[in-house]
């Protein structure tokens, strides 16, 4: 939302870097907390995504404070396609 936020030129880019680093960091606690389940397919699924996700993320970053939005909106394009993969296992995941 942050870097749709600031394509539209709603919110500043400090903010918007500020907040992909706050998400690159929520990432990085979730892949810490992934690793320390039990080995399983689904857990390796998960933490693959999730490093996936945590690229991005700080690809994302570092477009907003280098003011490219072309590359900035060809990244909200990949995460959504990650979204769409995590709920797929997620999806796979339920009994």
Do not use: C, H, N
């Amino acid at each position: 939302m942050a870097g749709e936020a600031w394509l539209k030129g709603s919110v500043p880019r400090a903010y918007t870097a500020q907040t992909l680093l706050a998400a690159e960091e929520t990432l990085q606690e979730e892949t810490r907390t992934i690793q320390g389940q039990q080995a399983s397919e689904l857990q390796a699924s998960l933490l693959g995504r999730t490093q996936s996700v945590d690229l991005v993320v700080g690809q994302m970053r570092a477009a907003v404070e280098s003011g490219d939005k072309q590359a900035l909106a060809q990244l909200l394009k990949q995460l959504e396609a990650e979204e769409q993969a995590v709920k797929s296992l997620a999806g796979g995941a339920r009994p």
